[in-house]
């Protein structure tokens, strides 16, 4: 258990749905994020929040939208999504920025995302 | 641009066993750290080394860093099969907000 929870684990949903994954955090830190896994790949970065403000967004096409309406809580809103986004959509946190020295990342169980 | 990148993509070898993987980066860092996934689930926080340090330990974990050679190891001690997973490096850097990981390497630790 690391503290960062994310809900549903596990969601399938066919192209025309709107789905929502919800990640949630109470060990006080100020920056979240949204990773893309897919297989064979590398963690992809999607998006950076940094006290409720996007920092950073990695030409993620607009069927993704993230929302962070407070510290705690990151929701990434899905619509109209195609079947190779189908993925582990994992969400962390951490104390700062990683750029700091010595900053470490708390990740929630991921979301297993199936978009038929 | 991928920034860690973890040496070798697999490795299988028997309960007691070491197991090293090593990681190689490109540009200066702040620190780097080794992150260990179970299949299907989320990253774990093995271990953070610092760019001034160049050996930590954790445990069973021994983490070392070259930074003239832009290169860190992780070694696992007497290895079990609780130990199997991927092991991914990721890499801090000045003023740049994100974590960048590699593509891991799947250690599988038999009975």
């Known amino acids: 258990e690391t503290g960062v929870t994310q809900t549903p684990r596990h969601l399938v949903m066919g192209m025309t749905n709107k789905k929502s994954l919800k990640c949630e955090q109470h060990l006080g830190h100020n920056a979240m994020y949204w990773y893309k896994q897919s297989a064979k790949k590398p963690l992809e970065l999607m998006f950076v929040y940094s006290l409720e403000e996007r920092v950073e967004n990695n030409s993620v096409p607009s069927r993704f939208s993230p929302e962070c309406p407070n510290s705690s809580h990151l929701f990434l809103h899905l619509h109209t999504l195609q079947p190779e986004d189908s993925a582990l959509y994992l969400c962390?946190?951490?104390?700062?920025?990683?750029?700091?020295?010595?900053?470490?990342?708390?990740f929630g169980q991921g979301t297993r995302l199936t978009v038929v | 641009s991928q920034q860690g990148e973890e040496d070798p993509q697999a490795l299988s070898i028997q309960e007691g066993e070491n197991a090293t993987m090593n990681c190689s980066y490109k540009t200066s860092i702040n620190n780097l750290q080794w992150y260990r996934q179970n299949s299907g689930r989320g990253l774990v926080h093995l271990i953070l080394?610092?760019?001034?340090?160049r050996e930590k330990h954790s445990g069973r974990l021994r983490v070392t860093l070259d930074t003239s050679k832009k290169s860190s190891s992780l070694l696992i001690t007497a290895s079990r099969a609780a130990d199997t997973a991927s092991y991914f490096c990721a890499t801090g850097t000045s003023g740049y907000s994100t974590l960048t990981f590699g593509k891991g390497t799947m250690l599988l630790v038999s009975p």
């Open positions: 080394i610092r760019s001034n340090e």
């Open positions: 962390a946190s951490s104390q700062d920025l990683w750029g700091a020295p010595n900053t470490e990342a708390f």
